[in-house]
């Protein structure tokens, strides 16, 4: 494969510093996340590419592209010389050009990260390398740490060292309990650097280790070191509860669709019944219905349903029911696959609390749940623990935080929801009930599984 040597320098601090090598064909998208882990920065902010030979920018910052194609598309709104400006710079979406004509063109790219803290950095094209053996980057040398997030700039920055490296500061011990929540250690440590970039940023054309990389970047903590697996084994991912169903499920529509659905837009209640008596039910239930008739009555086939349609695998068209081609192709695919595009689409496509109403977990902390899991999951533990946690990470998940009624009732909604119908169903957790007359809804444990540790890799 061929790859590219890139020296990687900001500008104002020019003696830090990194030498990667990066593989052909990625996105400028990617290639900012390549940068934000050889700098131990963790991509909280906008950023953009530019070169001297183009005005092009490529960016996050879809306001700043909107912006542009709306006096692109309309002239004689132009006021002032910023809006002469922006459309003097055409702003294109960085995941959607590939970095390699712009780079071997100019040599020399431009990095603008934070556009408070405005850092600059250049990247240059040293070297082209042919029969590069890996899918992910490597970074081959470096020297001193970056500045950690939102410090203030290059004089933030300065005022940061200098009570970070004098005791005798008078915020010496705020800098460094400060910088340490930052993840800076004063210190750049390139074997660290390189764990990151094989296992959180994995460059691959595979469909496995693209989905890998968004699950990364969407389900778990940026800087954490923990990762989904792409070399997770198809076999065992079979076998997992809600991956098993939903195949056999997609399976049977495909075979006897299209489907007449019920006037709500439901299973025929034939067909309910039918897979109900085959054992289509939760993994974990509290109970288990006795009679069953219609898809309002099996739960977890309605949750196969709607998480089908919401993922985009099951349509209704014109009263029926039936597969898309995205459906037909899950069928096709690995199951190494299915299981994290479920899981992304469970997550971010399906509302885990839609039969209440409200998400129990609003999506963007599961990956909080996945990093406390990872760290402390070994060990059977109360779910109240990992539910207390949650709330101490974001306070607003409880309303009345004097209420010890409200505190119960969210842990029970954490380990019903999140636990036992979320968490079990992709085979990451065990869990086990048991009574106390004592406690409203008894105590409830949970623990990580061997298969956790299969489908994410920690070091």
């Known amino acids: 494969m061929l790859a590219y040597q890139l020296k990687i320098e900001m500008k104002e601090l020019p003696t ?73 710079h055409p702003a294109v979406l960085a995941s959607s050009v590939q970095m390699d004509p712009i780079l071997i063109r100019a040599k020399t790219l431009d990095y603008l990260y934070d556009f408070g803290d405005h850092w600059e950095v250049t990247v240059t ?36 060292l200098e009570a970070w490296h004098n005791p005798a500061h008078e915020e010496h011990a705020h800098m460094v309990a400060w910088g340490e929540s930052q993840g800076f250690t004063g210190r750049f440590d390139r074997e660290r650097v390189n764990q990151f970039l094989q296992y959180k940023l994995p460059l691959g054309t595979r469909d496995l280790e693209q989905l890998a990389e968004e699950c990364n970047r969407s389900l778990l903590p940026f800087t954490e070191a923990i990762a989904f697996n792409p070399a997770l084994r198809p076999d065992k991912a079979k076998e997992v509860h809600l991956v098993q169903y939903m195949l056999g499920f997609l399976q049977i529509i495909d075979e006897r669709g299209p489907l007449k659905a019920t006037a709500k837009g439901n299973l025929p209640a034939k067909l309910v019944m039918e897979l109900f008596a085959q054992g289509y039910d939760y993994l974990y239930a509290p109970f288990r219905a006795r009679s069953v008739r219609k898809e309002d009555d099996a739960w977890f086939l309605g949750e196969l349903h709607a998480l089908g349609r919401s993922a985009g695998l099951i349509k209704k068209h014109k009263g029926e029911i039936s597969l898309t081609k995205k459906g037909r192709k899950v069928l096709q695919a690995s199951p190494a696959e299915t299981y994290l595009r479920l899981l992304r689409d469970y997550v971010f496509t399906y509302n885990m609390g839609f039969r209440k109403d409200y998400e129990v977990l609003p999506s963007w902390l599961i990956n909080y749940l996945i990093g406390l899991l990872a760290r402390y999951g070994s060990v059977e533990r109360e779910s109240k623990f990992y539910s207390e946690k949650l709330v101490r990470i974001y306070p607003l998940l409880l309303k009345d935080h004097e209420s010890e009624r409200e505190q119960e009732t969210f842990d029970y909604a954490i380990f019903r929801w999140v636990m036992e119908q979320f968490l079990a169903e992709f085979g990451l957790v065990e869990t086990r009930r048991v009574r106390d007359e004592g406690r409203w809804g008894g105590k409830q444990f949970v623990r990580k599984t061997e298969f956790f540790d299969q489908v994410l890799i920690t070091w």
């Open 16 to 88: 830090v510093w990194r030498r990667v090598i990066v593989p052909c064909r990625i996105s400028f998208e990617m290639l900012h996340y390549v940068i934000q882990h050889v700098m131990g920065w963790q991509s909280y902010h906008l950023y953009e590419f530019s070169s001297s030979d183009d005005p092009t920018c490529y960016t996050n910052d879809l306001e700043g592209i909107d912006q542009y194609e709306y006096l692109r598309e309309n002239p004689d709104r132009v006021r002032d010389r910023w809006d002469e400006q922006t459309l003097a």
């Open 125 to 160: 094209l040293e070297e082209m390398l042919e029969d590069y053996p890996n899918s992910f980057a490597v970074c081959t040398g470096g020297k001193e740490p970056a500045p950690p997030e939102d410090v203030g700039g290059t004089g933030g920055y300065m005022d940061f």
